[in-house]
């Protein structure tokens, strides 16, 4: 029996239909990023991990005079990672206002730059487990109070995009807060009188002050207002990524390779002497 002719029409367009919205849903389940492929299986594909350090602020990153390579804590850290996964690294230099966005843009697949975790990161950026502990300090001229309450109303220089920043404008709410792009831009407005003190991690001062010719006209204050627990950034859902950088933390802890690259850089025979006060768990 024949039908209609409007029924057979609406039959075949019901049927069109039908295998268009197949067609769609097969092309939503293909491009889903947690089906096969993501950012760890990428990386491995591209033999290239594409990793965000400082390259201005020992010695977590700075570039070595002699061989003009970035070096340092971090990028230790992020070599390891490479070696990890059996691909080059490919450094890309930031600082602490650019860090995220460049991870977010997927110009790089990792931050390793002295990113402090903290829950308004964390609601953008997955972090692994802690790598580094320190905590923040408030650099001045020798010839100034050692005192933290004298520069109450003082003319504070911090780092724009850092815990430093926001920690002293808590800490210290009648303070002047004038925020920088770097470390060294913000040492420059301390010598030349711009501003009073500068704030930032104890580590990255101590590493500031080693390679200043006029250290001794400068100190740290006694006085630790914050500790610093430091993380590696992941794009936010790269959950194998992440996965794989905290198994490679521990990994590099349980065979002695964090206290050598601690030591490294901090250690007794280092331009940044600290006591190393964390283990990677």
């Given amino acids: 029996m024949s039908l209609p002719r409007t029924r057979r029409a609406s039959v075949i367009i019901g049927g069109v239909l039908v295998l268009l919205a197949a067609a769609v849903v097969a092309a939503v389940i293909w491009l889903r990023p947690d089906q096969g492929a993501d950012q760890l299986d990428a990386i491995r594909r591209s033999g290239e991990l594409n990793v965000a350090v400082f390259d201005s602020n020992p010695p977590f990153g700075s570039i070595d005079p002699q061989s003009r390579r970035i070096v340092g804590y971090d990028v230790d850290f992020a070599q390891a990672l490479a070696d990890s996964l059996g691909v080059k690294l490919k450094l890309v230099p930031t600082n602490p206002a650019n860090r995220i966005p460049l991870l977010q843009s997927r110009a790089v697949d990792l931050i390793v730059a002295d990113i402090t975790i903290t829950p308004e990161r964390a609601q953008v950026v997955d972090f692994s487990i802690p790598y580094f502990v320190s905590g923040q300090q408030v650099l001045v001229p020798a010839s100034r109070s050692g005192a933290l309450e004298d520069y109450a109303r003082s003319r504070i220089a911090a780092v724009k995009g850092t815990t430093g920043e926001q ?115």
Wanted: charged share 25%.
């Fill in 167 to 281: 920690n002293i404008r808590t800490l210290l709410p009648r303070a002047r807060v004038i925020a920088y792009d770097d470390l060294p831009a913000a040492l420059t407005a301390l010598r030349s009188g711009q501003v009073d003190a500068l704030t930032q991690d104890s580590a990255l001062l101590a590493g500031l002050l080693s390679t200043t010719p006029d250290a001794a006209d400068f100190k740290i204050l006694a006085n630790t207002l914050s500790r610093e627990e430091i993380g590696i950034g992941v794009r936010k859902g790269e959950t194998r990524l992440l996965n794989h950088v905290d198994t490679t933390l521990r990994d590099l802890e349980s065979r002695g390779q964090v206290q050598v690259i601690f030591d490294r850089w901090f250690g007794a025979h280092s331009s940044a002497r600290q006591t190393r006060s964390f283990k990677i768990s």
